[in-house]
């Protein structure tokens, strides 16, 4: 259990970088931190003012839902 967790965990961190380097490339710049893009994300998407393109904000929804699920897993295990 404690090894597959490890695995998630490790999981996120890459997740979660590869969201803020895609997001610096638009020069928006997150936080290091599991925490930091969590919060900042959902607003990132919904801003229509920032300039993304639509496909790029669809894609960034389909990284928060995958590290969301890397989340569940790693709470599922915690418990």
């Known amino acids: 259990m404690h090894r597959a967790r490890s ?3 490790k999981s996120r961190t890459t997740q979660t970088n590869h969201i ?3 997001l610096s490339e638009f020069g928006i710049v997150l936080r290091q931190g599991i925490v930091h ?3 900042r994300l959902p607003d990132i998407i919904k801003d229509a003012e920032d300039g993304l393109p639509v496909v790029f904000r669809e894609l960034l929804l389909r990284l928060r839902s995958y590290l969301l699920e890397i989340n569940r897993q790693i709470e599922a295990l915690e418990n």
């Open 7 to 9: 695995g998630f965990v």
């Open 20 to 22: 803020r380097g895609l």
């Open 37 to 39: 893009g969590a919060k």
